[in-house]
C-alpha cells in the first residue's frame, strides 16, 4: 500500500488511524453487525454515534452550554444563505470584511436578503493580508458582523478578532476549526465544512448562541432553519451519517493521541514554523502573505516563475507530495497542513524543496 503526502486544501488527508480504525469497523460496527453507512439513523446504536460526537466536540472546543451545536448538510456555503435568513432579523443590515473569496461570496449571498455593508477589504493586493479595522466604521446597529477566520485560498488568518461590541460576530471557520483553541463566547456563530479539519465532505458544523436562533424570516426553507435543527437534534431528517462518525473518530482522535487542542496547535506550528523558515531564506521559494497574518493551516508561495511552478508541482506529484497547486485564481503553490499531516511530511517536502532548489538555480 503506497499513501501519498497530500496537500489538498479540502478534502484534505485524515488521521490515518482514524481510516484504520473505520476500515475495521466497516462491515460490523462494534457487533451490531451493519455498517454505519447502513444504519438507520434513529437506531439506538447510532443515537450513540451522534451523542458522542456532539459532547465530544463540546468538550475539545470548550464550547458554552449555551450554544447549540447543529450537524447539517450543504457545505459552508450554503451557511452564505442560511445566516442571513435567521440572523437578519433586526435591522436587516449586516456587516463584512472582505478578505477572499469565500467572504466574498458570504457577502454577496447576505445582500440578497438584507444590507450587506463591506467595512473593509485586502482585494488590492490580492489578498494577501488581513486588512486594519475601525469599529467607528462598524455598523451600530447591525444584526451581525461576518468575517473568514482563515482564508483557505489566501493563507491569510485573522489572529486578533474585531471589537464589536454587542454585534454578534459571526465567523467561517471551515479551514482552521480544530487547529488550534478557539474562545467560542466570543461569536454568535461559528460554520464549518468538514472536509478540511473534521472529516470528510457532506457534513457541515454549526455552532450558534441560543438565542439567536429562533427569529427565522417567514420565507425561510424548513431546512434551513436553525430552530427546526436544534429542536430535533440535527435529525430533523436524514443526517449526513457515516460522515458524523468518521468527525467522531477525528475528535477522539485529537482528543486521546494529540491530547487536545492546546497540543495540536503546538503541533500547527511546529510544522507551519517549519515551511515558513524555510520560504524566508529560500532564494527561489517566496511566501505571498504578509508575515504577521500568515496562515498555519494553507501556506500559499511561488518562484516566481509560472514555467518552474508548473514544474516543480509536476515533480512534486512524482515524488508522492501531491496536490500542490495552488488555487486557480492565484496561481503558484499552495501546501495545506491541516491538523492529519503528520510533521514528516512537511519536512519531507521542505527537503524536497530544497533540492528542487539547488537544481533549478
Ligand atoms: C472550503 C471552504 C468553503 C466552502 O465549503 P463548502 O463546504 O464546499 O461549501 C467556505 N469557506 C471556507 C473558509 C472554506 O475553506
Redesign the pocket.
Same mark, same amino acid.
Do not use: I, L, P, R
Given at each position: 500500500m503506497k499513501r501519498v503526502y497530500n496537500f489538498s &486544501? !479540502?478534502p484534505s488527508m485524515l488521521p490515518e488511524a482514524v481510516l484504520r480504525q473505520a476500515a475495521d469497523e466497516m462491515l460490523d460496527y462494534q457487533g451490531s453487525g451493519q455498517s454505519v453507512m447502513e444504519m438507520s439513523h434513529r437506531s439506538k446504536v447510532y443515537e450513540s454515534i451522534i451523542n458522542e460526537a456532539e459532547s465530544l466536540l463540546r468538550s475539545v472546543m470548550s464550547i458554552p452550554d449555551n450554544y447549540k451545536v447543529l450537524f447539517l448538510q450543504g !457545505? &459552508? *456555503? *450554503?451557511q452564505f444563505a442560511m445566516v442571513p435568513l435567521n440572523l437578519m432579523n433586526g435591522s436587516g443590515k449586516a456587516d463584512f470584511v472582505i478578505t477572499g473569496q469565500?467572504a466574498t461570496k458570504a457577502q454577496k449571498e447576505a445582500a440578497r436578503y438584507g444590507e450587506a455593508n463591506i467595512v473593509a477589504s485586502s482585494k488590492d493586493k490580492t489578498f494577501t493580508y488581513i486588512p486594519q479595522l475601525d469599529p467607528d466604521t462598524f455598523t451600530k446597529d447591525a444584526d451581525y458582523f461576518h468575517i473568514?477566520l482563515?482564508? =483557505?485560498i489566501y493563507g491569510t488568518k485573522f489572529h486578533q478578532l474585531p471589537d464589536t461590541g454587542n454585534v454578534p460576530l459571526v465567523a467561517?471557520i *471551515?479551514?482552521c476549526i480544530l487547529s488550534e483553541p478557539i474562545d467560542v463566547s466570543k461569536f454568535g456563530l461559528l460554520y464549518a !465544512?468538514a472536509?478540511?479539519n473534521m472529516g470528510p &465532505?457532506g457534513l =457541515?458544523v454549526v455552532i450558534v448562541r441560543e438565542d439567536l436562533i429562533g427569529k427565522a424570516r417567514d420565507i425561510t426553507p424548513t431546512m434551513f432553519d436553525y430552530q427546526i435543527h436544534a429542536d430535533n437534534g440535527s435529525m430533523y431528517n436524514t443526517p449526513p451519517c457515516y460522515a458524523i462518525y468518521i468527525c467522531k473518530l477525528v475528535l477522539e482522535w485529537l482528543q486521546n493521541t494529540i491530547g487536545g487542542l492546546e497540543a495540536m496547535k503546538e503541533i500547527n506550528e511546529r510544522k507551519a514554523n517549519i515551511l515558513y523558515s524555510f520560504l524566508d531564506n529560500s532564494q527561489l521559494f517566496k511566501g505571498t502573505v504578509v508575515a504577521q497574518d500568515r496562515s498555519l493551516m494553507n501556506v500559499p508561495f511561488v518562484t516566481g516563475s509560472q514555467e518552474l511552478d508548473a514544474k516543480f508541482v509536476k515533480e512534486a506529484e512524482a515524488a508522492g507530495f501531491v496536490n500542490l497547486k495552488g488555487h486557480r485564481t492565484v496561481g503558484g503553490m499552495r501546501a495545506s497542513i491541516y491538523n492529519a499531516m503528520p510533521q514528516e511530511g512537511v519536512e519531507k517536502l521542505v527537503a524536497f524543496m530544497r533540492q528542487f532548489e539547488a537544481d533549478n538555480r
Open positions: &486544501a !479540502g !457545505g &459552508a *456555503s *450554503s469565500w473568514c482563515n482564508n =483557505t467561517d *471551515s479551514s !465544512g472536509q478540511k &465532505a =457541515t
